[in-house]
């Protein structure tokens, strides 16, 4: 009960005080709204202000503020969510529906760090498999140089630490917008290939391009 009145409360505020949407932004919240409800739309507008909001932040600020406004959302199942074991939502989807897994909250927060500068160099979208769940897992690396130790931005954990300090993680491979890697360990891995092997990863940036938003089978919005 507490988490869906902060829930509540942090989706209403930004239609009290916000910044002036853009047309773009204007679109998506029209769309979603229309789509998914008020609720929805007002999701959308918080996450357009966040982005504004820290806009000028620092990179590791930019980090904390992504992953705080994200890790807010529910987790759920894809089974229980979208009918099927394995779909990934856009960022439009995953704040329509107010809740996803792993991969949905990974993705909206690496296409959200991109939308505010940092290079897609730096950051890996990153599969895991969580050790105490005995599940694979995915989340967010982040590098500031290319030779340092990246830092995971994930929904078990909401604490930004270093990988090594993710001992309940083993990582398996990585992506980022234009190359997939094979993780041997804690490090940068081996680079594998092209990231448009993922067949999931070219349908999802496909369905961002063209808006197309699909409707959960349950409803988690309260």
């Not at 705080?68 to 990934?88: A, E, P």
């Not at 990974?106 to 760090?113: E, G, N, P």
């Amino acid at each position: 009960m507490q988490k869906r009145a902060t829930l509540f409360l942090l989706f209403l505020l930004p239609s009290i005080v916000t910044f002036a949407l853009t047309g773009t932004d204007a679109q998506w919240v029209n769309k979603v709204s229309a789509f998914y409800g008020e609720r929805a739309g007002k999701r959308v507008t918080a996450w357009r202000n966040v982005v504004e909001e820290s806009s000028n932040l620092s990179e590791q600020e930019k980090l904390a503020a992504v992953n705080s406004f994200f890790n807010q959302l529910y987790f759920v199942n894809d089974i229980d969510l979208w009918g099927k074991k394995d779909y990934w939502a856009t960022p439009l989807e995953f704040l329509g529906s107010a809740a996803g897994d792993c991969e949905d909250f990974s993705i909206a927060k690496y296409f959200t760090l991109r939308e505010l500068g940092i290079d897609d160099k730096k950051l890996r979208l990153v599969y895991v498999k969580a050790i105490k769940l005995n599940q694979f897992h995915m989340v967010v690396a982040y590098y500031p140089t290319a030779s340092s130790e990246p830092v995971l931005l994930d929904n078990i954990d909401p604490e930004i630490k270093l990988a090594s300090k993710r001992r309940d993680l083993l990582p398996v491979y990585s992506f980022n917008g234009s190359r997939l890697w094979l993780m041997k360990e804690r490090g940068k891995g081996e680079l594998a290939g092209k990231s448009s092997r993922l067949g999931l990863w070219n349908d999802l940036r496909a369905r961002m391009g063209t808006v197309k938003l699909k409707r959960p089978i349950k409803n988690y919005d309260g």
